[in-house]
């Protein structure tokens, strides 16, 4: 053979190749991405299995001897229905469409429950209590994972952004939601079988982000016009600030960098405080750095001095001529105070640098200016807030999707759509703190709430899907509280949902953090939830639920309430606490209450005759202590409607 020929050969034999590779991905069958190896199939459901494909292909779908064939639609789609399983595996299902078949491996089929809502949620166990033993413990492989990617759309979407299905062990178990894992993993206890977590959350997300569009009344073509409008801002947003990085070297080594006479010349100016974002450097998350000088005489730098660097979004480091003086880990919105002995100070200048680290979000020293400040022992704060010195150290991501969890249907549209019409077994939710920035804001959530909870049955054509939530825990929101609380509001508006069939609440005033919007304690969130599923989604005859009000009458100086509880109980002994009066003036004043068999009688000197009586009724309740035979927390009440 020559040389020609043979090259001619091989170049015919490539073209075929590259023909068949083209006609075998034209017709590959396109599965939604939670169909993949390790999944977990709906127990006792007719198993959906759905996807795109060319038009008029025939696509045949087998699990263990079932079959089910369908033809794709004109626009590709197809959807097949195999028989329903028993808890089981694991299976191999096999996806054909006469040209490029797919196998689909270690196949579980068990209970499914979809995961959802903000950062408390979302949060890891890496960061949560006992972090360290739990993950060791995480050793079930039949609890897995799959997390849906942070991502929105304009219009509502056929395909996740990504995802893998992820057995439990320790090597991966730490980026598990943790509150979703711990509920599995009593599910596992107690039911038997397999348990899927499907984690759909994000962070900071409003309600609105979550629901479509026509149940919020808003047009489903502005909405996706809106959207391509914001990614056209956020792609020049992005290239202004790839441009301002430009001028550095990225990763840098940033050891050293807190020394007071480090050359700075490089690092640019940044308005503080300010958030990052909007200094030029908007949608990077990652480190950077800051850099300013106060002044002193030779007698206050003797005497020491109380710095304050405002808030640090999420965790900093900061040193005073290259002693550190404070660091605070994960507290985005928390303004840092911090003590300055003399021996780290000195007469004349004196240089502040701090070292952030933002893991998502805004980043950077934000907040009032007027927590920005030095002051000299015995002496008048003077103000830091102005220009100050930054340079980024480590870019870990850049993009702009900061916001798109506050616009409505964005998340949806991404990140709960493409899941239909997967079978789930119910939907565990925890999301509100977003919602409740005023009165107004948290009194809308009443309807909000129902609504969402009315389409997602909807849509995953299960009305009475179970539906289970977890009540705003305590936290000092630092706005207003006692009876103005929007958190208060907002946990009134989440209890209103119950109305519905097939929900529960889970009742968290008492295993907050009043200094942590994110408290750590995701072990006692997960039992709660799961004696929710047990008696919502399972039908077991069990206590799932703390006190609930169910009547309030007045007469003779006190209110008298009435309850729905298996017993009624003080926690830890003591006093009970936590109840307010008030009389026809609506002003409520401090009472004390005292069990009566199955009534709690409150009484005030302050209120001759009660009108109104309010338990719990604050941003931070911790001091509410009514609880069940069983000790499960009575949910925060008002019998006035003021």
Do not use: C
Request: charged content about 20%; hydrophobic content about 45%; overall charge negative.
């Amino acid at each position: 053979m020559t040389r020609l020929h043979s090259i001619r050969s091989v170049r015919a034999a490539l073209l075929l190749l590259g023909l068949w590779l083209t006609t075998a991905s034209a017709h590959a069958v396109e599965l939604p991405r939670v169909f993949s190896d390790g999944m977990v199939l709906q127990r006792d459901r007719p198993i959906i299995v759905w996807g795109r494909a060319d038009a008029g292909a025939r696509i045949e779908v087998a699990l263990e001897g079932d079959r089910a064939r369908a033809t794709a639609d004109a626009d590709g789609a197809w959807r097949v229905a195999l028989p329903a399983r028993v808890a089981g595996g694991p299976f191999t299902m096999r996806i054909a469409d006469g040209v490029a078949p797919r196998e689909l491996r270690d196949v579980l089929v068990g209970d499914v429950w979809l995961a959802s809502g903000q950062s408390n949620m979302e949060w890891p166990i890496a960061q949560s209590a006992d972090a360290e033993a739990e993950i060791a413990r995480a050793i079930d492989p039949l609890i897995r994972h799959f997390k849906v990617p942070k991502s929105w759309a304009g219009e509502p979407q056929w395909q996740l952004a990504g995802g893998d299905w992820v057995a439990s062990s320790p090597a991966v178990a730490g980026n598990f939601s943790a509150v979703a894992h711990f509920f599995a993993r009593e599910l596992r206890r107690s039911q038997g079988v397999p348990i899927g977590i499907v984690d759909s959350t994000w962070g900071g997300s409003s309600i609105e982000a979550w629901m479509d569009a026509a149940t919020q009344g808003i047009d489903g073509e502005a909405q996706a016009a809106l959207a391509a409008t914001l990614k056209a801002d956020d792609e020049r947003a992005l290239a202004q600030t790839h441009a301002n990085l430009a001028r550095w070297q990225l990763p840098a080594d940033d050891r050293g960098w807190q020394a007071a006479d480090l050359d700075a010349a490089d690092w640019a100016g940044i308005a503080v405080p300010g958030l990052w974002e909007g200094g030029g450097f908007n949608g990077m998350d990652g480190v950077a750095w800051y850099r300013t000088t106060f002044e002193l005489g030779a007698a206050e730098a003797g005497r020491g001095l109380t710095l304050g660097v405002g808030r640090i979004d999420d965790t900093d480091t900061t040193w005073v001529n290259g002693v550190e003086v404070g660091v605070t880990e994960s507290q985005y919105n928390l303004a840092r105070v911090y003590e300055v002995p003399a021996s780290a100070l000195r007469a004349g200048t004196n240089t502040i640098t701090v070292r952030v680290t933002d893991l998502g979000g805004g980043g950077g020293i934000h907040g009032p200016a007027k927590e920005l400040f030095v002051q000299p022992e015995g002496g008048a704060r003077r103000s830091l807030a102005g220009t100050w010195a930054f340079r980024p150290a480590q870019v870990t991501a850049l993009a702009l999707d900061d916001d798109k969890n506050q616009r409505a249907t964005l998340l949806y549209n991404a990140m709960i759509h493409p899941l239909q019409p997967l079978p789930v077994r119910g939907v565990i939710w925890y999301q509100g703190e977003a919602n409740a920035g005023s009165v107004v804001q948290a009194s809308a959530y009443r309807e909000q709430f129902r609504a969402m909870i009315r389409q997602w049955r909807a849509q995953f054509d299960a009305p009475a899907l179970p539906f289970l939530w977890v009540q705003l825990a305590s936290w000092h929101s630092g706005g207003d509280d006692g009876d103005t609380s929007p958190w208060a509001v907002l946990r009134e508006s989440q209890t209103a949902a119950l109305s519905l069939p097939a929900t529960a609440q889970v009742v968290a005033i008492d295993i907050g953090d009043v200094g942590d919007i994110h408290p750590r304690n995701k072990q006692d969130v997960g039992k709660r939830l799961a004696l929710a599923a047990r008696r919502v989604a399972y039908g077991e005859a069990l206590v799932h639920q703390g006190p609930v009000l169910q009547g309030a009458r007045f007469a003779d100086g006190v209110a008298i309430l009435s309850f729905d509880a298996d017993g009624l109980a003080v926690r830890g002994g003591g006093a009970l606490q936590g109840f307010r009066l008030a009389g026809a003036d609506h002003r409520f004043h401090p009472a004390t209450a005292s069990i009566d068999g199955d009534r709690v009688i409150v009484r005030s000197d302050a209120v001759a005759a009660p009108a109104a009586v309010r338990y719990a009724w604050s941003d931070a309740p911790v001091e509410a202590n009514l609880v069940d035979g069983s000790g499960l927390p009575a949910s925060p009440f008002r019998s006035d409607d003021w």
